[in-house]
């Protein structure tokens, strides 16, 4: 019985850390791209405010520290114990419930800047605006509960990650998203002037819109649809840890 039950954990989690460390692989990809990126930004905007650099720094200590955990997590699980099957019997390591709870505050912030601009439209986006917030920000409260969890329960429990605590964050970050990718859509729609070169330039900025927003939603709807499909392992993770 005992073999069974340990047959089945290693099974489980077999299937579970593979996931999490694609979903590593992935993250150390386009964390090389954020920083490249932020790279740009400084050298092509230096007058940029201090309160707009500090959102940008803000943003990427935090994705650094989020994979940070992601990282160290896999080294622990794979390396430091491998072939130790008795690590699935005992407490969740500490960095992988760091891992939702700093991604929460991640997103948070990331969320927020795009909410800015919406904001600075004018008032008769800003119910929107309140609006995804609301979910964005309750969505954070899911990440910590989820978090909690994983601190408070064992590896070999049913599965700390699993259940309505990723689903709801899942589909509020989602719902949060659309709302926000919808409207800046919308407004640079509307702001077409009839002159090629005017609408050329709204064309760009309403792909840029759609690509950066829609690569978020794709990212949630996947993570929301495994999240469903396997609620007892964290393949979800794969897609949830490059958010």
Request: hydrophobic share 55%; proline share 3%; aromatic share 12%.
């Amino acid at each position: 019985m005992a073999s069974a039950s340990l047959s089945y954990i290693l099974d489980r989690f077999k299937i579970s850390i593979g996931a999490w460390l694609v979903g590593t692989f992935i993250t150390a990809l386009l964390v090389g791209m954020l920083l490249q990126q932020t790279f740009r930004y400084f050298r092509l905007y230096p007058k940029e405010s201090w309160l707009m650099k500090c959102w940008v720094i803000a943003a990427v200590v935090l994705q650094l520290f989020t994979t940070a955990m992601i990282m160290y997590t896999s080294y622990d699980y794979l390396v430091t114990h491998y072939l130790d099957p008795a690590v699935f019997l005992g407490r969740n390591i500490w960095s992988s419930g760091t891992v939702p709870l700093i991604g929460a505050l991640g997103n948070l912030v990331c969320e927020s800047f795009f909410a800015r601009r919406v904001y600075m439209i004018g008032p008769r986006y800003r119910v929107v605006v309140f609006s995804a917030m609301a979910m964005i920000l309750t969505s954070c409260g899911f990440f910590v509960a989820l978090a909690v969890q994983v601190y408070t329960s064992d590896a070999s429990s049913a599965s700390p990650f699993s259940g309505w605590l990723p689903t709801s964050a899942s589909v509020l970050l989602l719902a949060g998203d659309v709302q926000l990718t919808a409207v800046l859509v919308y407004v640079l729609h509307q702001g077409r002037s009839g002159i090629r070169r005017t609408d050329s330039m709204v064309d760009l900025l309403i792909a840029y819109a759609i690509s950066t927003g829609s690569l978020i939603c794709i990212l949630n709807v996947a993570s929301l649809v495994v999240c469903v499909v396997f609620p007892h392992d964290v393949i979800f993770s794969a897609s949830t840890l490059v958010l």
